[in-house]
């Protein structure tokens, strides 16, 4: 080969087919020939998935005998067909005519069904003269199969050969290595060489499919059983390998290969295969049903990361290469996504200057060769010592294959994989790297969507929830929130930290029912609602009890759990009430964890005349106080219990000087299947603790006296400042008066001391504020108190408080 050239596989997709064929059909005939024959539709003809359907036992129905690809379910193909319906299957079977079918044509057909894929195209060719069976494919390619893709379909219809599976029944006994087991009594037949691999004898063998099941290794069961005992045994269960214990030596690797066959007429449903000794099979590297196990893993890969590693796991094994790198197109830029190994040593030293970022001279135009694999758009192979470009080159040395990943009408990428030591490029490496390309760029396509819209449904999310914690008084709080990675709807998961008059702090963490646009904006409503009722100065029980009675009133079919701390930070004291949420966890100082036995009223939104007890809490300085969500704790491998008690365990282990590593920590190896939410804080305890007193004002003609006299009694005994008394004095002496004068009602002077910062507070009945007069004229007999108290403090304002409001002012000595 000339220096730069590429070696590629000769002739065109028909030519390639009938050498692949003929290779296929001249080798002794083996049990998976038919499924072997049925791959070279995925690799020379571009198709997603092929299957053959032919007369079963009643020849009314046509029944899929094999298959290879994506799970049929992805376009709504089925099991099996009326022979005389109008399913495409069906026509083709009957007239004996080839169909090709783009989306307008399937969209019209009678049995269309909906699908979790779209747009693709359906190829049935008939197997010889009518009556025989027919060859289905399906394709994703925009404008269906081209003419060469359509001449290797023909060429691969008239290579299949379907025999009937030969069944016990038939013939009065199985091949050695086959077996039969009925479905409904789970009664077995299994030849010979079966029972020779299980190291049972054929006197001993019971017939039982359990006593084969007893000599499996436990961790390989239950995928033993899902095909063993489902009946609707899907397309990309019928090949399985799994181990076997033996009573001596080691386990022994077994592969499973079988069909299902439905029942009628009074006769069960049979799985019929055969069982073998997987260390004596041809080698995985030339196995081009590799590529079958690497359509299923992508069809699973939600993420680009998924696909990296699915691809990963099916080439650099089986190749034995050095190096793989995935790399997705961005306009006239690749940006690596996958590197394996992870290491920057192993790999270009051009590609350390830019590590895990935009590839050396990013644009592709900067690399010739590259550019021109990603133009022809066909998988391209470098022996050993072939002249490229550093950037190239020196990920392979002994060898280098460019896939380009092509999606549709685009390429969505480029995957590159590199030998160090010189590599003999096989036929089947050849197919199986064309075959991973074309699957590949369809998965990261999709992968990439995914991940654009998961991050666009957890901003969304985010913007819901608090942007950041407020500094507290003698505490410390950190949050985290992780969107859910199945699905892209958005979830109810919230929390709020509140600060309070008093020096309290409410901690509230919720979850609305539901992962919707309706449960995201119901956890807005609800997230507001509580911030509301609590800063107006409610109890604990009565916040929770609001939200219930609003949630009620929204006619909403949704409800929500909750739970709410009001924790006060000057005594070490707390109220926690549950509303059909999760206890709190509190890690001790000492270490010690305790899951709050709080008690609970039902899920807001349930009852109207619901009860929600109050549990008090104590607090010693250093103790952290955990709040969280079901999808931290609960999933389908751990219930709730253990989930609390593993949360728990988690805090204790942890460090709390440094409440953000503890968040993370917890949150390590966290279920994503749901939602998470979680809320931490440490209470420190105040440095300094503020000096209270509070009088209430009776209505009588020396009141606003009282109130004057309380004020300068309470002062001097706290040793305030002359001056700052003066000041005091002028200011509860106008606040009390416009209580008395403009409310009815009970009305409350309140004063703290917090280091040198004295606080006045009147409370009354009103929910009115007070309105600053813009300009009074000489004449005017009012409205000079606000102004006046706005002259001589600090700071002023007011706060809803429960049933009426509070003015306060913060009144600040000089110097």
């Given amino acids: 080969m000339s220096e730069g050239a590429a070696t590629s596989a000769t002739g065109t997709a028909p030519e390639r087919a009938r050498i692949a064929l003929a290779s296929l059909l001249a080798s002794p005939a083996a049990p998976d020939r038919l499924r072997r024959v049925l791959e070279q539709a995925l690799v020379l003809a571009g198709a997603s998935f092929a299957g053959v359907y032919t007369p079963g036992r009643d020849p009314a129905l046509l029944v899929l005998a094999e298959s290879a690809g994506l799970p049929r379910t992805l376009y709504g193909l089925r099991d099996g067909y009326p022979a005389a319906g109008p399913s495409p299957v069906a026509e083709g079977h009957r007239t004996g005519r080839p169909l090709w079918l783009g989306p307008a044509e399937l969209a ?42 359509r001449a290797c379909l023909e060429l691969i219809g008239r290579a299949v050969a379907v025999p009937a599976p030969a069944a016990a029944g038939d013939t009065g006994e199985l091949p050695e290595d086959a077996f039969s087991l009925a479905m409904d009594t789970g009664r077995v037949e299994v030849g010979g060489a079966i029972l020779r691999l299980f190291g049972i004898g054929r ?138 190994p992870p290491e920057p040593e192993a790999w270009p030293e051009l590609w350390r200057t830019e590590w895990r970022t935009e590839w050396p ?6 690399m010739p060769t590259l550019a021109a694999a990603l133009r022809e758009g066909r998988a391209r192979i470098w022996p050993a010592g072939s002249a490229l470009e550093p950037a190239l080159g020196e990920v392979g040395p ?42 590949t760029g369809q998965a990261l396509l999709r992968a990439h969507a995914f991940d654009a819209e998961h991050e666009l449904v957890g901003m969304l999310q985010r913007t819901l929830l608090p942007r950041r914690l ?44 539901g992962h919707n646009a309706g449960a ?70 000492d270490g010690s964890t305790e899951i709050v036995q709080a008690e609970g009223g039902p899920p807001l939104g349930v009852q109207a005349r619901a009860e929600f007890p109050m549990t008090p809490l104590r607090l010693r300085p250093g103790t952290v106080v955990a709040l969280t969500t079901d999808g931290l704790v609960e999933s389908a491998e751990s219930d709730l219990d253990e989930g609390m008690e593993r949360l728990a365990r988690d805090l204790a282990a942890a460090d709390p000087a440094h ?83 403009h409310t009815g009602g009970p009305v409350r002077v309140d ?37 006046l108290v706005e002259a001589v403090s600090a700071a002023w304002g007011t706060v809803p408080v429960s049933g009426g409001k509070q003015v306060w002012a913060d009144l600040v000595p000089a110097g």
Avoid at 361 to 366: K, L, T
Avoid at 470 to 497: C, F, I, N, Q, S
Avoid at 538 to 544: F, K, M, R
Avoid at 753 to 779: C, F, Q
Wanted: hydrophobic share 45%; charged share 20%; aromatic share 4%.
């Fill in 751 to 787: 004063m703290s001391l917090v280091g040198h910062r004295l606080r006045l507070a009147v409370a009354d009945s009103s929910p009115r504020s007070p309105v600053k007069p813009t300009s009074i004229g000489w004449e005017a007999t009012g409205g000079r108190g606000i102004l």
């Fill in 520 to 589: 995201a904006t119901l956890m807005g409503q609800m997230r507001t609602a509580l911030r509301a009722y609590a800063t107006e100065g409610h109890a604990p029980d009565v916040v929770v009890a609001h939200a219930n009675r609003l949630l009620l009133e929204m006619e909403t079919d949704l409800f929500a759990t909750c739970a709410y701390v009001d924790v006060d930070m000057e005594q070490g004291t707390a109220w926690c009430v549950r509303a059909g949420h999760l206890q709190p966890v509190l890690r001790h100082p």
């Fill in 361 to 366: 001279d990013a644009p592709v135009r900067a």
């Fill in 108 to 149: 019209r057909c009678p049995d269309a069904r909906r699908t979790p894929a779209a747009g693709f195209s359906l190829a049935v060719l008939p197997l010889g003269p009518a009556g025989g069976g027919c060859l289905l494919a399906v394709g994703e390619h925009p404008g269906g199969f081209g003419t060469g893709e």
């Fill in 659 to 741: 409440l953000g590593l503890v968040a993370d920590a917890v949150l390590t190896g966290a279920h994503r299947g749901d939602d998470v939410a979680l809320l931490l804080m440490r209470y420190d305890g105040m440095a300094v603790r503020p000096l209270r007193e509070s009088w209430t004002v009776w209505r009588v003609p020396e009141a606003v006296r009282h109130a004057r006299r309380f004020t300068r009694r309470t002062l001097r005994a706290w040793g305030v400042p002359r001056d700052t008394v003066d000041a005091a004095l002028l200011v509860v002496s106008e606040l009390v008066t416009n209580a008395l004068v």
């Fill in 470 to 513: 407020p500094r507290l008084p003698g505490a410390v709080a950190v949050a985290r929130y992780l969107p859910a990675t199945a699905g892209l709807e958005v979830g109810g998961d919230w929390y709020d930290v509140i600060p309070l008059a008093d020096h309290h702090v409410a901690l509230v963490i919720g979850d609305v029912q």
């Fill in 203 to 340: 006197e001993d063998f019971d017939g039982r499919v359990e006593t084969l099941l007893g000599r499996t290794v436990p961790e390989d069961l239950p995928a033993l059983m899902s095909v063993v005992e489902a009946d609707h045994m899907s397309i990309g269960d019928r090949e399985l390998d799994f181990r076997i214990r033996r009573p001596a030596g080691p386990p022994v690797w077994l592969r499973l290969r079988g069909l299902l066959l439905p029942g009628g007429d009074g006769r069960p449903a049979r799985l019929v295969g055969t069982v073998a000794d997987a260390s004596t099979l041809r080698s995985d590297v030339t196995d081009v049903a590799r590529v079958q196990r690497l359509a299923a893993a992508l069809a699973t890969a939600g993420t680009v990361r998924d696909v990296g590693q699915a691809v990963v796991a099916a080439l650099r094994g089986p190749l034995h290469a050095d190096r793989i790198a995935l790399a997705e197109l961005e306009n006239d830029r690749l940006v690596v996504t996958v590197l394996d």
């Fill in 398 to 439: 002994g060898g280098l294959a460019v896939l380009p990943l092509p999606a549709g009408s685009r390429m969505a990428g480029a995957c590159l994989i590199g030998w160090d030591s010189p590599h003999d490029f096989g036929p089947d490496e050849g197919a199986l790297l064309t075959a991973t390309a074309a699957l």
